[in-house]
């Protein structure tokens, strides 16, 4: 696992656990060529993008670099088996996927629904990685702590911080998060990250992987 002590020691490293990103609804295919052709440059860890745009992602990076894709996107209030049947068709361009958790059960205390819905989706992509949303900036403390353990009984192996709609996330976002869930499940986190000092933050909080539309711009600030 990258530590902040290997990326103030090797600032390069940061690549390896960045997730560049665009999941703008509007997005163009050629947006998508220039962010893959980011991932390519930069060797940043993966692509995000929304469902449409899978195909073209895994057709473009040819395994040389994980293509992630949003499901039950942005909200989460899909039910389980919309999940489940997006999870699946989705599994065979994508190797990863980044799920919000069902935000309105969660809302109503109903912590039983939160995990079933994961659970379902956590089942059907088998080996895959599942990143799982809470929407940190939404949440207090205390339930960026219940989400954060729902999720990971559910069977999520990441919880991410946010999709970005409610605000950016703060390194105190991602220490609820690490304190929460056990030390071999992964936190991304993602909003509002746009520089070097900024990921590294993150980092220090105990983020292992770092969502952002600015990788380009983490690795510019470097030396900037």
């Known amino acids: 696992m990258l530590s902040a002590n290997d990326l103030v020691e090797d600032p ?3 690549t390896s656990i960045v997730e560049h990103t665009n999941v703008d609804p509007a997005a163009t295919e050629d947006e998508i060529r220039d962010l893959c052709r980011d991932v390519r ?3 940043f860890r993966a692509a995000v993008v929304v469902p449409y745009h899978a195909p073209l992602a895994a057709d473009l990076l040819d395994d040389r670099a994980a293509v992630v894709a949003v499901i039950g996107f942005p909200y989460g209030i899909q039910n389980a088996p919309a999940k489940v049947a997006e999870a699946e068709e989705l599994l065979e361009h994508a190797d ?5 958790m ?7 205390d109903d912590h039983a629904a939160v995990v079933q819905d994961v659970a379902a989706v956590a089942e059907a992509v088998g080996e895959a990685t599942l990143k799982c949303i809470i929407e940190a900036p939404a949440l207090s403390p205390e339930e960026i702590r219940t989400a ?7 069977g999520a192996d990441v919880v991410k911080t ?4 409610d605000g950016p996330t703060d390194p105190a976002d991602v220490e609820a998060i690490r304190a929460a869930v056990d030390a071999d ?3 991304k986190a993602s909003g509002g990250i746009s520089t070097f000092e900024g990921a590294l933050e993150m980092v220090r909080a105990g983020a292992t992987h770092i969502g952002t539309s ?4 983490i690795v510019e600030s470097i030396n900037g």
């Open 41 to 43: 440059d930069h060797d």
């Open 96 to 100: 990863e996927l980044d799920m919000v």
């Open 12 to 14: 390069a490293r940061i």
């Open 148 to 154: 954060a353990a729902l999720v990971e009984e559910g």
């Open 214 to 217: 600015s990788g380009v711009e």
């Open 102 to 108: 069902n935000r309105t059960a969660f809302a109503n």
């Open 185 to 187: 499940i992964g936190v």
């Open 162 to 165: 946010a999709v970005g709609y």
